[in-house]
């Protein structure tokens, strides 16, 4: 077999493969089939499906040995004149190829056994079709089919027969002569009746009828021994034939969507029966013969007008699916406690198959029946109320671009004229939800307006920026003009014997502060100044700009929720320097020539609880502790106090840290 790529050119090199005997060309773009192509005198296969081929070259007529040919999915609108001269030919393929007629002499293909002819424009069927003695199936569904030939009922091999989706309205009675034909679908055409001479069709399995104009169902029908399927949904059935009971084989019934009011009895012979659907139809009741359906798996009786259900539909005990919503049950027939099902539906939105059920006694005939919170059913409208309601006289083209108001109902009404000139102003109001593309757009759009408003904030600050800010900005750095003083302080004078580390610490922050006090009431100026200058600023920014988010910048820092230390004058003196507000945590580092401080003697537990009580371990002032560097330890002798004694216009200043 030769299968080319896609857009294949087809050259005259190709065809001088005089021995191919199969060549597939499906799903390319080509567009001509040369008439070189009768040079495959041994081609027994050819696929040319789904291209672009216009017509098929009269030459093809010299394929004497094509047997199987699918010409499928092409714009053909016609076949050569020499195309019935494929007497060899035996699988024909001609569906959705725009097809308007057939050649009178297509009887002339006596070796056919299948003929595909589906979505085409066919509008009748040439008499020479009755010819096609071996053909066994017959697709021509998706056709314009007004009347079938009687010479159809010829075909005495027709085991298929495909006539959906066209425009009969009656079937012959020839029909009935296809002794051998198993599966017949006629659905989706204007079939008003069906021939009773359809009971002729003793082999059939499958019958087909669904969407047409049926009203009733001949009584041939239970001549149908091997019936096994039967579609006959979506008609006008007001009766149901009781000859049904006769097919003895039917396993699949399906009445869905038709005005029958009940069930024939016979239906209880149907012993093979395993599927039974009678939706939407207008049940008032459910012969108890249904009990005779042993092998029931699925009943589906929705949207009817059953009162009740048989106690005898616990014979099914196969079933397993009962469906029953949309009725006007009162209870169910505490006999289906012996049935396994697994599914039981009551309602349409139900949220699980099986429910619990109560028994009680029915007060009419003071039986047990099963209940529970779903029974009674409320009646439901029946289709044609759905489809009246469906339609509003009142309703207009404008009223779809209205806006809905949801009221309450504690409100009163409103005229029309005032909920439409009011609407913005009062209740609820349904809008279409946005598009995604227009949430992000206006997401884009907010965080562009905060941008701009931060940037111009930010700008604002720089260009409100003066001397006075300088110093400000001088002044809160002075953590490290006291770490600079503090060192230069250490290594300027020696320190002296049992001077600890905290008290030279604090000596420094004394001078450094002593250094600033002329200089806090000019940075409070400033910074005064500042702040009322960017308030009028930022007035005239916020004038501007009303419709922008205004975005507040604050810095972070670190506050105590309660300051419980005592203050002495240089705490004092460093909050009137730095506001309440203001105030900041600043990190001091220790001294690089500090780092290396040990404990060389631990005070004994005696000196510590002194220390604690604020007195020595003998009555007098507390002791210190022993702190030296490790480079002091082989110069000079150890100092047993905590240093130097404190002013007495000071509060105490707090134990040192260990480090």
């Not at 149908?224 to 949904?233: P, V």
């Not at 396993?251 to 009895?265: C, D």
């Not at 900041?584 to 690089?592: A, C, E, G, S």
């Amino acid at each position: 077999m030769f299968s080319p790529p896609k857009t294949l050119l087809l050259r005259d090199p190709f065809f001088r493969l005089l021995n191919l005997r199969k060549l597939g060309l499906s799903d390319n773009e080509i567009q001509r089939l040369p008439p070189e192509v009768a040079n495959f005198m041994q081609l027994v296969e050819l696929d040319i499906s789904r291209n672009d081929i216009p017509e098929i070259p009269e030459s093809i007529k010299f394929c004497k040995a094509l047997e199987i040919a699918d010409f499928s999915g092409n714009p053909l609108s016609r076949l050569p004149e020499g195309f019935t001269q494929l007497r060899s030919l035996g699988h024909l393929a001609l569906n959705d190829v725009s097809l308007q007629s057939l050649p009178g002499d297509i009887g002339n293909l006596a070796n056919l056994v299948t003929l595909e002819l589906r979505e085409n424009l066919l509008k009748s069927l040439p008499a020479s079709l009755s010819f096609l003695v071996k053909l066994e199936q017959l697709d021509l569904g998706g056709n314009d089919l007004e009347v079938l030939p009687d010479t159809l009922g010829a075909l005495p091999n027709l085991r298929e027969l495909w006539l959906d989706r066209n425009q009969l309205s009656s079937l012959p009675p020839e029909l009935g002569n296809l002794r051998r034909l198993v599966c017949l679908d006629v659905s989706e055409n204007k079939l008003e009746q069906l021939p009773n001479e359809i009971s002729g069709l003793v082999a059939l399995t499958d019958l087909l009828l669904s969407q047409n104009l049926l009203e009733n169902i001949p009584d041939g029908i239970g001549q149908l021994k091997q019936l096994s399927i039967l579609k006959i949904d979506q008609n006008r059935l007001l009766e149901l034939t009781e000859a049904i009971g006769e097919c003895e084989n039917l396993s699949e019934l399906i009445l869905t969507e038709n005005m029958l009011t009940a069930l024939p009895k016979a239906l209880g012979k149907l012993a093979k029966l395993t599927n039974l659907n009678v939706d939407r139809n207008r049940l008032l009741a459910l012969p108890p013969e249904v009990g005779g359906c042993s092998s029931l798996n699925v009943l589906s009786l929705r949207d009817n007008r059953l009162e009740f259900l048989p106690p005898e539909l616990a014979s099914t005990t196969e079933l397993h699916v009962l469906d029953v919503a949309g009725n006007r049950l009162q209870h169910l027939p505490f006999a289906l406690t012996s049935l396994s099902l697994k599914a039981l539906w009551l309602t349409e939105n139900q949220s699980q198959p099986m429910l619990k059920f109560q028994t009680e006694d029915d007060e009419k005939t003071g039986e047990k029946v099963l209940t529970c919170y779903l029974l009674p059913q409320q009646p439901s409208p029946s289709l044609e109320n759905l489809l009246q309601s469906s339609v509003d006289e009142s309703w207009t083209d404008t009223n779809l671009n209205r806006v809905s108001v949801i009221q309450f109902m504690d409100e009163p009404r409103v005229d029309e004229e005032e909920e439409e000139l009011g609407t913005e102003k009062r209740g609820l109001q349904r809008r279409a939800t946005p598009h995604p593309s227009e949430l992000k757009s206006m997401k884009q759009a907010i965080e562009g307006r905060r941008s701009e408003a931060y940037a111009a904030r930010v700008g604002l600050e720089r260009d409100s920026s003066d001397p006075g800010d300088k110093r400000l900005s001088a002044t809160s750095n002075q953590s490290e003009d006291s770490q600079v003083s503090s060192s230069t302080i250490s290594a300027g004078c020696p320190e002296e014997p049992g001077r600890s580390v905290q008290q030279t610490a604090a000596g420094s922050e004394e001078a450094s502060s002593a250094g600033t006090e002329e200089e806090a009431a000019a940075v409070e100026k400033g910074q005064q100044q500042q702040e009322e200058t960017s308030r009028e600023e930022e007035a005239a920014a916020t004038g501007e700009r009303e419709e922008e988010p205004e975005v507040e910048y604050n810095e972070l820092s670190v506050h105590f929720a309660a300051d419980t230390l005592d203050r002495s004058e240089d705490d004092e003196e460093e909050e009137r320097r730095f506001p309440a507000g203001k105030q900041r945590l600043i990190r001091k580092d220790t001294p690089h020539y500090k780092k290396h401080f040990r404990i060389a003697q631990l005070p004994q537990p005696e000196a510590v609880v002194a220390l604690l009580q604020g007195l020595s371990p003998d009555g007098g002032p507390p002791a210190a502790a022993v702190v030296e560097e490790e480079e002091e330890e082989e110069e000079g002798p150890h100092s047993n106090g905590w240093g130097e004694e404190e002013p007495k216009d000071e509060a105490p200043a707090a134990p040192p840290s260990i480090k």
